[in-house]
């Protein structure tokens, strides 16, 4: 079991760069799947990327693919998800997860494991 902390949210101008955290307490990170999603205001939690339990399958939404980079330092039990050219529609609370299972998934349902979000605000 693990409990995962997210961190690195703020208020940039479009344009700008941010990189996320995910900071995981537990022993088994390093066994787990990791993905991150999105809750903008008024909309459904979405589906970000993914990765498997050693971070060398990636998989993103094909909306978002080209400006967003996850990985997953199993050493430091942290994940990440830089976010470059951020735009107003990326505005949204970011939520990692993660789940024992041997490789990746974009179904919320599958992750029984998540962080309280951190929240990504793009201004125009």
């Known amino acids: 079991q693990v409990s995962l902390v997210e961190s690195g949210g703020g208020l940039v101008q479009a344009g700008g760069s941010l990189t996320l955290s995910c900071a995981a307490s537990g022993r088994s990170f390093s066994t787990y799947a990791m993905g991150w999603f999105r809750q903008a205001p008024g909309k459904w939690r979405e589906f970000v990327a993914a990765t498997n339990w050693n971070g060398q399958n990636k998989y993103y939404a094909d909306s978002l693919e080209g400006r967003f980079t996850i990985s997953k330092d199993n050493a430091e039990n942290t994940g990440y998800l830089e976010i470059s050219n951020l735009q107003p529609e990326d505005t949204a609370v970011y939520y990692c997860?993660?789940?024992?299972?041997?490789?990746?998934?974009?179904?919320?349902?599958?992750?029984?494991?998540w962080g309280q979000g951190t929240q990504v605000t793009v201004s125009s």
């Open positions: 997860a993660a789940e024992p299972m041997s490789t990746w998934s974009a179904r919320i349902y599958e992750y029984d494991f």
